[in-house]
């Protein structure tokens, strides 16, 4: 007899690890400011944050490393031209 737990686990397990973060490391990781953080997701460049709770958000680790990634392989490709 198979347990739906395992079923749970092995869905689980095929996810895409990633952490989330607060605003705090997110202007780390980023060297952005809050300000300029939510100006960008307003324009559709900067990912959105998972919201938490009543007055709680969260980005996804894997998203923000992402976008800086991108921003660097722009400036390098621009400096390159």
Known sequence: MKSSSNSNTSAYVQQPQTALIRRKEVERLTALSRSRIYDLMKQGTFPKPVRLGAMS???E???????IAD?????RKTAEA
């Open 57 to 59: 958000v969260a980005w």
């Open 71 to 75: 921003r660097i392989a722009d400036s």
């Open 61 to 67: 680790e894997n998203l923000v490393r992402n976008w």
